[in-house]
Every structure is written in structure tokens, then in C-alpha cells.
């Protein structure tokens, strides 16, 4: 099924306007935004043969953290054949929908929202690994395993990598590895002495999983650096750092205080959700007090590793107790590093690395649109989602505002405002200098 009733879009002498690296939600966004502009060429390329999200993560029964309004398109072009609500329809299903009365919408129901509209978006390639992002003096040259193609602009959208501990570094991956390998590793791992590293919402669910199944693991620790297992912070007010507003004004700031607003920002994005936290503790209860099992399972927050040691096939974790100071030991057969991501600059783009700017943390240097700095033509950008945590605000790594982002993208390329991206007038006011044209009426 195809749903696209446009002309084809008119090339610039046979290379591409815009061509997007990986296809993760962020490009996807991007892609089905443009697809209301058919003067841009664009092409999109995935190494996977098709849409899949986090894989590796899709444990049975997780769901969204963030509201299905919140999808590829809505928040600039409601009127898109690609929302949520147009899947539910084009499916039939959008009554039975709202009578589910989810709370949270489950994942696999959005990735396969995901799924849909990659399926039917004709920009798209999958199974196109990107080897190398190189400049020829007048445009990008991208060399896929599909082919090579020329292009103006290029939307890096590969996503982020897992982050590993130092100490993670040499010990062997088929027993020490990170939760986006979870699926596959975990499925005959029943029977050992599991100890999952992080308290964010990924440990919750591969702690809330490894709770749920009829064998439960030898023995299970739980460890998090944080005080406690933090819930996420969503209510109202905290919500408005999930709006453009916030960006604005985030945008305004010095390093250092993104850098302050960051940290105070986030539980609004890392917190464990209230349904995790509440199945993981009703199911601990059920197991002592209703199942009348023993299960050797320990959570310990407040704590750093700080070393593991292997020894005869078993792990020693040496651990400090931020609460009363104390060193512990906890031995495990398993490790489960649920330690979070981090972005990377793709390796195809080694080419055009040393051209490409990056801060004291070597971070890129986002311009408000997203483009990155770097010393080539200035009408050659490279794009870049999921890089603008610290630069843009904690939404750029969550599905809020991607919908908001495409748009701010596709206006930059067109050069006019092709998205009404006009500000509300923000509910919190949070910079001292005046933002916005309507609040200087009110005062
Ligand atoms: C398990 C999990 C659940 C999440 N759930 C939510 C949620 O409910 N709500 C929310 O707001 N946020 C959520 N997030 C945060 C965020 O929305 C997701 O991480 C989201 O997938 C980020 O999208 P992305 O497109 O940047 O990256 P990804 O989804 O990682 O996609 C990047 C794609 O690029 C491809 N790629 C990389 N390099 C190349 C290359 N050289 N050539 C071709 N292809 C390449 C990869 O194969 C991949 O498919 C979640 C994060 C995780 C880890
Ligand atoms: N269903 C869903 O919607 C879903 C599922 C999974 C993830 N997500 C989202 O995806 C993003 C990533 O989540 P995540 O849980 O993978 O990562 P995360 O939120 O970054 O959490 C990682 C945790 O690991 C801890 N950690 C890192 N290094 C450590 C070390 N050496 N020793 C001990 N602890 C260490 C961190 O501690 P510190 O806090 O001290 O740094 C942090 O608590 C989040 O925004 C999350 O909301 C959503």
C-alpha cells in the first residue's frame, strides 16, 4: 500500500537535496515530515533489512513513556497521513483502541505504528549500510552498500551507543553485555547469578522481565548509583521542559548552566516509570508473601562498582555503598550492563571528521537548527538528532519533540517557513529577558 498522491519531487541536477543516515523514529520523523514538501529530494538508508525499534529491548509487555500525540508528525502537521491516529484507522482499530484505556500505549504498538509508515514511505532504503560520508568540494558523497549518491545536505540519524563502564571494557560479551543485547542474551540464562547495572528505566524493565519468568535466576542484584530507584518525573510543570519553549529558552543559556538545568532536568527523562516500579515491588511480594518462595534477590541502590574481577568463570563486583560509605562484594555469574547511551559520530564519517567542530566535551556545536559546525560550504549542512542533549535540552533524545525537530530541519533546508513553528506563549516563564512578542503585550 502506498499512500503518497504527489508528483514526484524534482531533482537538483540528479543529487539529492538531503540524505539520511540510519532510520531509527528520529529519521523516520524526518522522512514523513518531508513528505508534505515534494520540491526536496531525499533519500533515507538503514543497515537493518527493516524498521525495527530497539530490538534488543522489546521484553514483553513495555510500554511508551511519552503520549502517542507525541508521534512522527502531529505536533507541526496534524493533518498528515502519518500519525498514530491515521495508523489506528488505517487498521481499523482505533476504537478498540481507545477503549483499551492504556495508561501508557505499549511499545510494540508503536513500533509497529513505526513499522507502517517506514513500509510505505518511498524515501526509504533499507538494508543500506552507510560505509563513508566524504565531500568532493561542492556536496556530500554517500557510499552505501546499495549504491553511491550525491547530496547537499546529510541528517545524521544513527542513534546513540551504549555506554560501558571502563571496567566493562575485557571482560567477555557473552556473559557481560549491554541491555540492547537483552533479547537474544538473556533467553537461557535462567539459572545464574545475574546482577543488572543501572537504575534507569532499561535495568527496571530487564529487572521487572528476569522477575516475571517461572525460573527465576539463582540470585539477582539490582544496582544503581542513584540515591534510590528514582521514579520518572511526570507531572505538569516538569512536563514543559518537553516543549519548544523550553528549547528556546535552553538555547539562551551559557554552558554551564545547561549544564545545571540538565542535571536538575533529569528524572524528567531517566526516571523509572511508575508502572515499572510498581510491578517490579507487587511482584517481590507476591514472591515472599503469596508464592511463599525464598528468591535471593537484592536491590541495592546507592552504589558504585567500582571494579570486577573475574575469577574461575564468576564475576566479583567490587562495590561502594554511597550510603554508609561501606565496600561490598557481590558475586555474579552474569552482568547486565543497563548503564545507558551515548552519541557517536558515525564511523563512515571518518572521512570528515577533523572538518567537524566539537566543544571542550567533545561534543558537536549545534546551531538552533540543528546543524552541526563544521568548516565546509556553509550551504552543505550536516544535520544531526539524538547529538543535542546538552545543547538543545533533554527532549533531543526523546520522542517529544521530534515531530518539532523534522519541522525546524525542513524549514532550514527550504529557507522559509514552510511549518508554522511560531512559540506558544510559555506557561513558565523561564528566562529573565523577554521571549516572546505576545508576553511583552501582557505585561
Ligand atoms: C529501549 C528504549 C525505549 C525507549 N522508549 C522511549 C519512549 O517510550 N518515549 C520516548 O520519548 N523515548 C524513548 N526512548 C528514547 C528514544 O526515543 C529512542 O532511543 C529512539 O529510538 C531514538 O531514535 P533515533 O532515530 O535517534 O535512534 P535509533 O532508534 O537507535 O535508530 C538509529 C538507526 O540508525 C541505524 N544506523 C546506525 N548507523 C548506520 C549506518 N552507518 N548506516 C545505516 N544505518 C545506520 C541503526 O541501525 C538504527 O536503526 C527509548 C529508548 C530506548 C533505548
Ligand atoms: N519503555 C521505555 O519507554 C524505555 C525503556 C528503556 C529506556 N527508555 C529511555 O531511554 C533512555 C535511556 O535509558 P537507560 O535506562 O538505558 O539509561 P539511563 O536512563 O541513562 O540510565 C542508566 C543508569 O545507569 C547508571 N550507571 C551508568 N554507569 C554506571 C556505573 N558504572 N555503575 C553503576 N551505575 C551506572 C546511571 O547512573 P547515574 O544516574 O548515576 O549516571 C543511570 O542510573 C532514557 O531516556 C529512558 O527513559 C525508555
Redesign the pocket.
Known sequence: MNLRNHAPASGTTGSLDLAGIGIGPFNLSLAAQLDSVPTLQAKFFERRPRFDWHPG?MLPD????SSFLKDLVTSTNPTSPWSFVAYLVAHKRLFTFLNAQYDAVP?REFARYFEWVAENLDNLHFGADVREISHDGHEFVVSTTGGRYRTGNIALGVGTSPSL?AWAATLPNDVCFH?SDAMERLSDVSTSRIAV???????G?IVQYLLSRERLPSSLRW????HNFEPINDTPFSNQVFSPEYVDAFRRLSDERKLAAFGSHILT??GLSLSTINAIYRRLYALRHLEARSPDIELLPNR??IQVERQHDRFRLIIRNGFDGGIEIVPADILVL????KFKLPDAIAPLQDRIVVDRNERLVLADDYSAAWDGPRQNRIFALNAGRYSHGIAD??LSLMAWRSATIINALLGRDHFDLELPQPVVRWSSELQHSNQAVSL
Open positions: 529491548m513495555v510500554e511508551l513513556q511499545r563502564p541491555c547495572i543501572g537504575g534507569g528505566q532499561s535495568g524493565e544496582i544503581s548509583r542513584r527523562s531517566d558504585d562498582v543497563a548503564t545507558g547511551y533524545s526523546q
